[in-house]
């Protein structure tokens, strides 16, 4: 295809205008006082309007790219450069445009908000293109072919060669979409604009760069059609603020997408062994589709826990799908976690195998406490009844490995997160573990009806623990237990003692904890399973859950 083929492809009446002149695109000469533009001569930062052609902003982009000034059309999100597509390319209620399905909603949007006949081919079962089709559904007035590479909300992408030969074969112009590229193992089409003037290829900066509250999309296409686009868009369409910041952003800042990356791999990783979860899509961008049993089941479990994904259930090509954005570390964990509590419900033997209590079964004991304080901010998940999703992580390695112990020998599911001010010292962090970890035990506790409430002794190898625990809702606390090291590990062993008594004051229990040995390791470690194995023992659901574990008839 040359220009005067693509020439042949723009509308009429947008060939014809006569795109609108700003004063400032008037402007000669170096002047000092402007008195063109009718603004407030009153200097706030803001009183002038910006720069309609953004050149500040496209020479870092052009840097940026590789690319010439030319070549680039700055639109407010991607989404205006997809309806000043539709406004150059496409005849209302005559032309056509057509699309891979599922993909990226707005393409159809914007096609509806245009009049403008929206063709969607579906992809194949894998996610492929179905190239023959996708190219069989064109006609003369196919004036637009979408292809969101990586996919939206598919994950993947499609082999270069045959998006190159999908352009090179439909008669119109082929807009690639690219939001998700940085993420992705393949590399951008933007070296194909040369030879292909039918191409335009659209980013973002709201992605891997960050920068979706500033409403930033880019084009790519050859100067003429980048022309057209100048000559349609708003005047003033990305405002001064924000023309500074992304010129200044993407000059300084690069996309983040390396730890985005091996979290996609790691969540992916750990999705695929959980009950109830069919199939995690293999994904090239921050996000992946994961297909389950029952898709308003997990959305609703995630709500509660205050996680929020996208429920593409209802989209043909995605039954059964949600597609999830990775997030920190930290977020892809308590959404493992809160998927694990999820998926841990689904099994037909968790309930049976704990209490053989259908009625007490149906009560759930869970918990999710926040706190954050100038010190620390602490969230501590929790499910007595769990089967043991663990996701530790204070910060201080022998904490988290003592916390486990909790986990794996009191039979529970668990999620501690802290970040505390570790740069002070291990105190703050440690202390409001204990104090959340206390609160989330007793809220999960409820009304501890049929709970065992007592519990232990633990050897562990020269070494002997001691762990009494009453969950009966006073408080008292005793610790018999010296080390002759400062630390174990990275953890002060002056803390051991203060993180219990926390524990039995922000959970109102009696906790009596002795030991003996000679081994400083094998000392505390006896004393965190101790604790565990009386913890799992006080809050085992009695077989006769209807009574209070308690002489008064109250706890
Ligand atoms: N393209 C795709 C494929 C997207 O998924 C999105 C946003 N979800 C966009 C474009 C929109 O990007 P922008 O923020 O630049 O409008």
Redesign the pocket.
Known sequence: METKDIERLVRPNILAMAPYSTARDECEGNPEIFLDANESPYDNGFNRYPDPHQRKLKSKVAAVKGIGEEHIFIGN???EAIDLAYRIFCRPGTDNAISISPT?G?YGVAAATNDVEFREVPLKEDFSIDEKGLLAAADENSRLLFI?CPN?PTGNSFPREQLLRIISAFKGIVII?E??IDFSSGSSLISELDSHPNLII?Q???KAWGM?GL???LAFASPYIIRLFSNVKYPYNINGLTQEIVAKLIETARPRTEETVSERERTAKAMAGYRGILEVYPSDANFILVKCTDPKGLYKSLIENRIIVRDRSGVKGCEGCLRITIGTPEDNDRLLYTIGIWSSALSPDRDTARDGSAETAAASRRATVFRATSETGITVMIDLDGKGPCFISTGIGFFDHALEQIVHHGGISLLVEAKGDLHVDEHHTVEDVAIVLGKAVSEALGSKIGIGRYGFVLPMDESEASVLIDLGGRTDFSWDAEFSREKIGDMPTEMFRHFFKSFAESSCCNLHISARGENEHHKIEGIFKAFARALKMAIARDRFPYSLPSSKGVL
């Open positions: 999100g991607s989404d990226y707005m969101c939206n979409d939001a998700y659209l973002t900066v709201s979706a409403r930033v999309g």
